[in-house]
């Protein structure tokens, strides 16, 4: 709810003002080290997880429409990084000239529409291409489970097969919430923080398949007594 995010972000914001002096413009507003935040100062960005997009080869129209109507897609980690894992940061490119309200508004009216094209993706790759997304889904799984070793980049990709098969039904031992933190954890900074040791890169490839098979064994477990 990015309204309850920004009523509850915005109070907090007034607290620190109270005490510190924020650089602010009477005509521009806010001034900001980057140009480009210049006037509100608010970034508003919603993390979505388009694969079914990406596998209709629909995502670029998507990102066009955006684009349009002044709004940003960038990778997993901000501005400069690329997409991993089928997630996408959409958030407003203009600051001056309107207020956080619009912005809000913006962003919060066009986020569903984006998540109706996405389930209406998925439907379309279940209804015409039903046993391919089987496998693919099935084959990530299977590797993620069976893995000696494997890297963070290839972890995110089959993930992003298996959260969406998890969605489907295709998958029925494993839970969204699982497969989230399997995002998180196998990180290479969590991963080190998990293990309490700091670890090069082939030894982190080793250590997150083991990562991996341990939790995704219990979690077949769990499905299995269920």
């Known amino acids: 709810d990015l309204q309850s995010t920004w009523d509850q972000i915005n109070r907090i914001d007034d607290i620190i003002e109270q005490r510190v ?58 501005e400069g990084s690329q997409a991993m894992g089928d997630f996408y940061q959409i958030s407003n490119q203009v600051t001056l000239g309107r207020s956080e309200q619009d912005i809000i508004k913006q962003v919060g009216d066009i986020v569903p529409v984006i998540i109706n094209y996405e389930r209406q993706a998925r ?20 590797i993620l489970r069976t893995a000696q070793t494997i890297s963070s980049e290839e972890t995110m990709s089959l993930l992003s ?33 998990i293990t309490g040791t700091e670890l090069d890169s082939a030894d982190r490839n080793i250590e997150r398949a083991r990562f991996l098979r341990q939790h995704l064994s219990k979690q077949s477990s769990k499905g299995n007594n269920n």
């Open 21 to 78: 002096t924020y650089a602010f413009h009477p005509r521009l507003g806010y001034l900001t080290a980057c140009p480009t935040n210049v006037g509100t100062g608010i970034r508003v960005s919603v993390m979505l997880h388009l694969p079914g997009l990406v596998l209709a080869r629909q995502i670029e129209k998507v990102f066009r429409s955006l684009q349009k109507i002044s709004l940003a897609v960038r990778g997993l980690y901000g």
């Open 123 to 142: 439907e379309f790759l279940v209804r015409e291409s039903h046993e391919n997304l089987h496998d693919r889904v099935s084959r990530a799984y299977g």
């Open 161 to 193: 097969s298996v959260r969406m098969g998890v969605n489907l039904g295709l998958i029925e031992d494993l839970e969204i919430p699982t497969v989230n933190e399997l995002f998180i954890q196998t990180q290479p900074a969590h991963l080190q923080k």
